[in-house]
């Protein structure tokens, strides 16, 4: 069972970045897809994006050229790059880990606890 934890979150302005991390507790990590997830108040989690164990990438259209996703598999760590925030990415962050045989909620089985993102 692989157990995730993000950093990274906080408040700013748009236009402004932030850096997310997630680390895991079990080097299995570097067998999954790794995923981000976020989901707003009053809406469903919607995908933001993954990358899978060869570290080929998949982005949601409303992030695409914004963000940047990575993973550091020597420190068992996932990273999201978020450039040009808008107030639209205002939400709860999460990773996830799993198959990912498609970028939807239900092809990740792990999920971390979330970080808050607030764009103003």
């Known amino acids: 069972h692989v157990q995730l934890v993000e950093s990274g979150g906080g408040s700013v302005q748009a236009g402004g970045s932030l850096r997310l991390s997630c680390v895991a507790n079990d080097y299995t990590f570097t067998l999954y897809s790794l995923a981000w997830f976020r989901q707003a108040p009053g809406k469903e989690r919607e995908a933001v994006a993954d990358?899978?164990?060869?570290?080929?990438?998949r982005y949601s259209t409303s992030v695409k050229g914004r963000f940047t996703i990575s993973r550091d598999n020597d420190k068992n760590t996932l990273y999201l790059e978020m450039n040009n925030l808008k107030p639209d990415d205002t939400a709860v962050y999460y990773c996830a880990a799993g198959n990912g045989w498609r970028l939807i909620p239900s092809a990740y089985e792990f999920y971390g606890q979330g970080t808050q993102v607030t764009v103003s």
């Open positions: 990358i899978d164990s060869r570290y080929s990438t």
